[in-house]
């Protein structure tokens, strides 16, 4: 029998959280009950909500990680929610910053995503930066190519630089060359959407590979 939410919340508390960072058990258990709060007909509640914004706003990366979901998956659904995650964009904290980009996702309307990820790119941060061009790829956010091409272009920090250009051509064209580690032997990366990106070494013998994954290539940005 599958567990319940709520078990499966449990057993992580008890098997790791208590004896690895009991100092994090309260917070988690509040965001917990506070998204509990809000996914419960999606009506917003604000001491709920502010539970949920404290955890994800954390240094420790282990509160934070486990509580990005509570926000990203009423993202869509609560016009406050969205209004709390672009003023976490506006944090003087990189961290957050950067969380606030961990919330969207393909099921986040596409008008408020290109927003986040417009200032993504042009956040103080070039960490911020390359993420705003990852996730941009990952969601599949066709409508922000143009800024991301202006951001490429504009962008000073090297490796933010190689981030947004690899991002930008997987995304854009559905293939990019790069080193592995920007070390060894140039790669050729190929996205096929859904099946991921797979890194080859530019061989002759790997040419019928590259052939078989070039139909998955260009559909890579179908829904």
Known sequence: MLKSIDEYTEEWINEYLIPQRPELVDTYRAAFEGYKHLSKG????????????????????????????????????????????????????????????????????????????????????????????????????????????????????????????????LFRDGYCIKRFNNQGIPLLWINTGDEGVHGIDIKITKIPYVIKLLPKMFKRNES
């Open 42 to 169: 999606f009506t917003y509640d604000k001491e709920s909500l502010e539970a949920i914004l404290v955890a994800i706003s954390s240094k420790s990366s282990v509160l934070a990680d486990n509580s990005i979901r509570f926000i990203s998956e009423t993202l869509p659904y609560i016009h406050e929610v969205r209004e709390a995650v672009s003023n976490l964009l506006e944090d003087k904290r990189m961290h957050v910053r950067f969380n606030a980009l961990r919330t969207l996702s393909v099921e986040t309307q596409r008008e408020f995503s290109l927003k986040l990820l417009s200032l993504g790119l042009q956040d103080p941060s070039y960490k911020v930066r390359k993420f705003a061009s990852y996730i941009s790829r990952i969601i599949k956010l066709v409508e922000i190519i143009p800024i991301m091409e202006k951001a490429y272009k504009l962008e000073k920090n090297p490796k933010a630089k190689t981030e947004i250009r690899y991002n930008l051509r």
